[in-house]
């Protein structure tokens, strides 16, 4: 949906709403797995602000979004992988 550097990546919101919009009638709810190839899987302030407007674009097409992961790789205490929907931001 986008292309990125291994630091950050950018998604345009209008890139998520038609394959959001193809899903309308279809699903009731999705999951958003994206990876960092930094391996670190900690959220930065770009994916924060991604998950909200992919739930904003969820709403408006009546989609819940049951989640935001992000995939990384395991460390030490860390499962190598951050759920938003477990950190209780969704």
Known sequence: MSDGRTDRNMVATELLVDPF???AGLADAVIVVHN???GDALPSQ???SLTRRLAEAAELLQIKLLDHII???PLEGQPGYFSF???GIL
């Open 46 to 48: 770009t994916d924060h």
């Open 36 to 38: 960092h190839p930094s």
């Open 71 to 73: 995939i990384g790789e």
């Open 21 to 23: 919009s193809s899903l």
């Open 85 to 87: 929907k477990e950190a």
